[in-house]
């Protein structure tokens, strides 16, 4: 049972440019959760999807950031016109519910650096 | 929001030496787990725990929920033992459903 997969590990990306992130949850997870982990600081939450649906989007910066969880394929953080604010390193978790006795696992990040 | 507290901040040890590592919460959880983050930045999980102990080889941890707090024991220490330890927790309000809070990590170093 693959773990959560997240690709690329590490993006570049020039100031004004669009960054795609992909997460693919372990297999039977129908919840994926975005964390974002700045410099020197701890992870902060982002996003809670679950497929085709938006749960809660309370972390995501307002403008220029999105996310999608499609019914098929992975889920995508879409961050455009980035800037070097942005650069960080952004996990993707995922649970097979939410709510009592869930664990999360987390993949191995995907680290962005905007130049 | 629930706040998460974590101490002590850094800590450096001598390779074999044990270690106490705190987690406070402020209100009631649905789940706690501790993560080691490695010098590779990546997320391992270490407990998922929101009430009572478990053990993992030299690793145990305890969540005692009514007093809102768990620790997280690491004996014999070893140099791989070195990196960043999160707790992390969901809280048990509507508004927490399905997210974790951080907190903001103990710095731990173990030298041979």
Redesign the interface.
């Known amino acids: 049972n693959a773990g959560v997969m997240q690709n690329p590990r590490h993006l570049v990306r020039r100031r004004g440019q669009e960054a795609r992130l992909r997460c693919s949850p372990m297999k039977g997870h129908s919840?994926v959760?975005w964390?974002r982990q700045l410099p020197e600081?701890?992870?902060?939450?982002m996003v809670?999807l679950q497929k085709e649906n938006i749960?809660?989007e309370?972390?995501m910066p307002k403008e220029r950031f999105s996310a999608e969880f499609p019914k098929e394929g992975p889920s995508i953080l879409r961050i455009q016109q980035v800037v070097r604010g942005d650069s960080a390193?952004y996990?993707c978790?995922s649970?097979p519910r939410?709510?009592?006795?869930?664990?999360?696992?987390?993949g191995?990040?995907t680290?962005l650096t905007v130049v | 929001g629930i706040q998460v507290e974590q101490s002590p901040p850094d800590l450096i040890l001598q390779e074999g030496a044990n270690s106490t590592l705190r987690c406070n919460f402020s209100d009631s959880v649905?789940?706690l787990?501790w993560?080691h983050q490695n010098p590779w930045?990546?997320?391992i999980?270490l407990f998922?725990i929101?009430s009572g102990t478990k053990q993992n080889g030299r690793l145990s941890a305890t969540t005692v929920a009514t007093e809102r707090y768990s620790l997280l024991y690491i004996s014999s220490s070893q140099t791989t033992d070195s990196g960043v330890y999160?707790c992390?927790v969901?809280g048990a309000g509507g508004?927490s459903?399905?997210?974790?809070?951080?907190?903001?990590?103990t710095i731990l170093t173990v030298h041979p």
């Open positions: 919840h959760y964390y600081e701890g992870l902060k939450f809670y749960i809660d309370s972390g390193a996990f978790a649970s939410a709510g009592q006795r869930t664990e999360a696992f987390f191995q990040g680290r | 649905n789940n787990q993560f930045g990546q997320l999980n998922y929101p999160f992390a969901e508004t459903y399905g997210k974790l809070t951080f907190g903001q990590g």
